[in-house]
């Protein structure tokens, strides 16, 4: 079962399922089929990679939050991949953002503090556009949520970056992406083999780099999903108890009724 | 006194209350020894079921409404606030979402259970149609409230839904203007949306209070379809069948659980977790799945207005089911012929909820009109006609006597003697 993508073949196989297997699931849109990746918070108890998460979140800081936003996030909510309060306290304070107006009603720039959401590169959706070819960089709060194929999809396009064909006609300042629907993306190709550097020691290689800040990008879409998962467990079997329980007393009260 | 009540409730407070306004009396009467058919299966749980989805659906969507804000410009960013922010917000938000689902598939088996006992026969007729406006103002009810996350699919769709009624002629355009308050579907549109997904809950409130009312008026149909002829055919209600029920509203919340917390968006869909964008049509524009089949209907016919007729004519033909039925056998179990295609009208919704899905090209089409047309021909000849031909089998005596028998529902031997009920 998948956790987190997301999925219109879902609701036709909820249908199917009922059809008994005598239609075909739709295809989904897509020349090159999804990569599958393993990723550890895809199984019914899975959980997100605390350490792939905070690398991933080295990553969105120093290359994505280049021209993405994340504007369901505050920096309070790193606490949910691991930081410590003086941690997020510290890249907080390392951000400057907005701080609304001061006291003779000029705009005021200010160090972030936890309680800040994720600053923005670009004021508005103008800047972004005019800035970026004519397309704005989508916000990435939610964006394996809202992409077909969920985390598989945003490593499909992180990885798929390739020479156009010799018989493609790719339109000027556009970029070659096996994954990305119609094959022409704005976004120049944002990780390669090295382009960070771990303090951990892990390997980067743009593989692990793509898996890391999709491991990010997937907790910053679904934060609850560790607690939530938790929660069913317990919930589940509470309720499967309690029918057991129940269905012991109907057997009980319907004995004395003759079928 | 006159028009008091003579309480037979021993504590002295409940006495005092029951003696002035008799709710104690009148539960014990409805709830309490309310004779209910001994036969029932499990179908019988769903009337139940649904309830129990209301009643969550209320209580998760009054938090929601909390936190929300119906403005176009803050809707979807509340949304997250909840999901993010609010305790247990995630928890609330998930449960309203798939206890939508949760709903329709209750209701659809609940009025499968109908047409395949024949609920809907003499004298439950206005029972059925009580039910059938139910089954309406849920879906009005579900579709203003995928509207409000105000995502691109709540936006396209609301589009497209709300510009069906521009097929009707003169007055079309002028609903339609009204439904969205302007000129397009904008933040007067999610506005009055907002404001009737929280009132249309409690008109359902009233209806399925109706619905109830006139179910213990004619009491419950049974598996057998058969009348309810001595005591010795029913129990009371409780403690009975509030156990009954509450076996069927533990799987209920099992099955509800597993989607909130292991599957929460599996039913959804992707582009809704896109903002509502008016200059950018999703590539695929699909209701949420419990509407797909009545889509299907709709894209079956190329023209638009026949079309709007049909998808509606789907629904309304339901509401004179009771008399193009011209069997006077109620269950399908005695109806060999009806038995098998009341299934292949489940086969026809199922096929149409499928074609829903997917692009209106190639085979889906051709699917989706042999579908539809089945839908159609189902209720409006094949009922009238099979009444009048099909030899059903024979009927039991009473519920009690198959019921003894062992193996309910089949034919009994003839002239068999009812062995004496042990509890009268």
Same mark, same amino acid.
């Given at each position: 079962?998948?956790?987190?993508?997301?999925?219109?073949?879902?609701?036709?196989?909820?249908?199917?399922?009922?059809?008994?297997?005598?239609?075909?699931?739709?295809?989904?849109?897509?020349?090159?089929?999804?990569?599958?990746?393993?990723?550890?918070?895809?199984?019914?108890?899975?959980?997100?990679?605390l350490a792939a998460a905070q690398r991933g979140f080295q990553i969105y800081s120093n290359v994505?939050?280049?021209?993405?936003?994340?504007?369901?996030?505050?920096?309070?909510?790193?606490?949910?991949i691991g930081l410590e309060?003086?941690q997020?306290?510290a890249v @907080?304070?390392a951000?400057? &953002? !907005?701080?609304? $107006?001061?006291?003779?009603? *000029?705009?005021?720039? =200010?160090?972030? #503090?936890?309680?800040?959401?994720?600053?923005?590169?670009?004021?508005?959706?103008?800047?972004?556009?005019? @800035?970026?070819?004519?397309? &704005? !960089?989508?916000? $990435?709060?939610?964006?394996? *949520?809202?992409?077909? =194929?969920?985390? #598989?999809?945003?490593?499909?396009?992180?990885?798929?970056?390739?020479?156009?064909?010799?018989?493609?006609?790719?339109?000027?300042?556009?970029?070659?992406?096996?994954?990305?629907?119609?094959?022409?993306?704005?976004?120049?190709?944002?990780?390669?083999?090295g382009t960070v550097e771990y303090s951990d020691g892990t390997k980067n290689?743009?593989?692990q780099e793509?898996?890391d800040?999709?491991?990010f990008?997937?907790?910053?879409?679904?934060?609850?999903?560790?607690?939530?998962?938790?929660?069913?467990?317990?919930?589940?079997?509470?309720?499967?108890?309690?029918?057991?329980?129940?269905?012991?007393?109907?057997?009980?009260?319907?004995?004395?009724?003759?079928? | 006194?006159?028009?008091?009540?003579?309480?037979?409730?021993?504590?002295?407070?409940?006495?005092?209350?029951?003696?002035?306004?008799?709710?104690?009396?009148?539960?014990?009467?409805?709830?309490?020894?309310?004779?209910?058919?001994?036969?029932?299966?499990?179908?019988?749980?769903?009337?139940?079921?649904?309830?129990?989805?209301?009643?969550?659906?209320?209580?998760?969507?009054?938090?929601?409404?909390?936190?929300?804000?119906?403005?176009?410009?803050?809707?979807?960013?509340?949304?997250?606030?909840?999901?993010?922010?609010?305790?247990?917000?995630?928890?609330?938000?998930?449960?309203?979402?798939?206890?939508?689902?949760?709903?329709?598939?209750?209701?659809?088996?609940?009025?499968?259970?109908?047409?395949?006992?024949?609920?809907?026969?003499?004298?439950?007729?206005?029972?059925?149609?009580?039910?059938?406006?139910?089954?309406?103002?849920?879906?009005?009810?579900?579709?203003?409230?995928?509207?409000?996350?105000?995502?691109?699919?709540?936006?396209?769709?609301?589009?497209?839904?709300?510009?069906?009624?521009?097929?009707?002629?003169?007055?079309?355009?002028?609903?339609?203007?009204?439904?969205?308050?302007?000129?397009?579907?904008?933040?007067?549109?999610?506005?009055?949306?907002?404001?009737?997904?929280?009132?249309?809950?409690?008109?359902?409130?009233?209806?399925?209070?109706?619905?109830?009312?006139?179910?213990?008026?004619?009491?419950?149909?049974?598996?057998?379809?058969?009348?309810?002829?001595?005591?010795?055919?029913?129990?009371?209600?409780?403690?009975?069948?509030?156990?009954?029920?509450?076996?069927?509203?533990?799987?209920?919340?099992?099955?509800?659980?597993?989607?909130?917390?292991?599957?929460?968006?599996?039913?959804?869909?992707?582009?809704?977790?896109?903002?509502?964008?008016?200059?950018?049509?999703?590539?695929?524009?699909?209701?949420?799945?419990?509407?797909?089949?009545?889509?299907?209907?709709?894209?079956?016919?190329?023209?638009?207005?026949?079309?709007?007729?049909?998808?509606?004519?789907?629904?309304?033909?339901?509401?004179?089911?009771?008399?193009?039925?011209?069997?006077?056998?109620?269950?399908?179990?005695?109806?060999?012929?009806?038995?098998?295609?009341?299934?292949?009208?489940?086969?026809?919704?199922?096929?149409?909820?499928?074609?829903?899905?997917?692009?209106?090209?190639?085979?889906?089409?051709?699917?989706?009109?042999?579908?539809?047309?089945?839908?159609?021909?189902?209720?409006?000849?094949?009922?009238?006609?099979?009444?009048?031909?099909?030899?059903?089998?024979?009927?039991?005596?009473?519920?009690?006597?198959?019921?003894?028998?062992?193996?309910?529902?089949?034919?009994?031997?003839?002239?068999?003697?009812?062995?004496?009920?042990?509890?009268?």
């Amino acid at each position: 079962m998948r956790m987190l993508g997301s999925r219109r073949p879902g609701r036709s196989l909820l249908a199917g399922m009922f059809a008994a297997g005598l239609l075909a699931a739709p295809a989904v849109a897509q020349e090159n089929p999804l990569p599958h990746e393993r990723w550890s918070f895809d199984s019914l108890f899975g959980t997100f990679d605390l350490a792939a998460a905070q690398r991933g979140f080295q990553i969105y800081s120093n290359v994505c939050s280049n021209c993405h936003s994340m504007q369901y996030l505050h920096y309070r909510d790193l606490s949910g991949i691991g930081l410590e309060p003086d941690q997020i306290k510290a890249v @907080a304070a390392a951000v400057t &953002v !907005p701080l609304g $107006l001061d006291d003779q009603g *000029n705009p005021k720039d =200010g160090p972030a #503090n936890p309680g800040s959401v994720f600053r923005a590169p670009f004021p508005n959706q103008n800047a972004a556009r005019s @800035a970026n070819n004519g397309a &704005v !960089p989508p916000d $990435l709060s939610l964006i394996i *949520n809202a992409r077909e =194929g969920g985390p #598989n999809y945003v490593y499909g396009v992180l990885t798929g970056y390739e020479p156009a064909p010799a018989d493609f006609k790719l339109a000027d300042g556009l970029y070659y992406n096996k994954m990305f629907p119609g094959h022409q993306i704005h976004m120049p190709q944002p990780l390669q083999d090295g382009t960070v550097e771990y303090s951990d020691g892990t390997k980067n290689n743009l593989d692990q780099e793509a898996h890391d800040v999709v491991t990010f990008l997937s907790w910053a879409a679904n934060p609850e999903m560790v607690e939530r998962k938790q929660m069913g467990v317990r919930v589940i079997l509470f309720l499967v108890f309690m029918t057991g329980i129940t269905y012991a007393v109907k057997r009980q009260i319907w004995s004395d009724v003759h079928h | 006194m006159v028009g008091m009540t003579k309480s037979t409730f021993a504590n002295p407070v409940i006495n005092w209350i029951d003696t002035r306004l008799p709710i104690f009396t009148m539960m014990q009467k409805e709830y309490g020894v309310f004779p209910t058919p001994k036969n029932f299966n499990y179908f019988w749980n769903f009337g139940a079921l649904a309830m129990v989805n209301l009643v969550i659906m209320i209580i998760t969507g009054i938090f929601l409404a909390m936190n929300y804000q119906p403005n176009s410009e803050l809707a979807f960013g509340s949304i997250q606030h909840i999901m993010r922010d609010v305790n247990f917000g995630w928890l609330i938000r998930y449960v309203h979402q798939n206890g939508a689902s949760m709903f329709f598939i209750v209701t659809y088996i609940h009025i499968f259970r109908g047409l395949y006992y024949g609920s809907y026969k003499n004298p439950r007729e206005l029972l059925w149609i009580l039910g059938v406006v139910i089954l309406i103002l849920m879906m009005a009810t579900a579709f203003m409230g995928y509207v409000l996350p105000w995502g691109q699919m709540s936006y396209w769709g609301a589009t497209v839904i709300t510009n069906l009624f521009s097929a009707f002629p003169i007055v079309g355009p002028k609903i339609v203007t009204l439904l969205w308050g302007g000129f397009s579907v904008d933040n007067p549109t999610l506005n009055r949306f907002f404001s009737l997904h929280y009132l249309l809950p409690f008109v359902l409130v009233a209806v399925i209070f109706l619905h109830v009312a006139a179910l213990h008026i004619t009491g419950s149909n049974n598996p057998l379809g058969i009348d309810v002829k001595s005591p010795q055919d029913t129990l009371p209600f409780h403690p009975y069948y509030t156990i009954k029920d509450s076996v069927g509203i533990c799987v209920f919340l099992i099955v509800l659980s597993a989607l909130v917390f292991f599957a929460p968006n599996f039913l959804g869909d992707a582009n809704n977790f896109i903002p509502a964008n008016p200059l950018q049509t999703p590539a695929d524009i699909v209701p949420e799945w419990y509407f797909l089949p009545f889509y299907a209907v709709l894209r079956s016919v190329p023209n638009k207005l026949l079309g709007v007729c049909m998808m509606f004519g789907s629904l309304i033909v339901l509401f004179v089911l009771p008399w193009l039925d011209t069997s006077r056998v109620r269950s399908a179990r005695f109806r060999p012929i009806y038995r098998q295609l009341i299934f292949l009208w489940v086969a026809a919704v199922i096929v149409l909820g499928i074609c829903g899905a997917h692009k209106p090209e190639g085979i889906w089409v051709i699917l989706s009109r042999v579908a539809t047309l089945y839908y159609f021909l189902h209720f409006l000849v094949v009922m009238p006609v099979l009444g009048k031909l099909e030899r059903p089998l024979p009927l039991p005596e009473s519920i009690s006597n198959p019921v003894l028998g062992g193996r309910g529902g089949g034919p009994l031997p003839g002239g068999a003697p009812a062995k004496p009920m042990e509890k009268a």
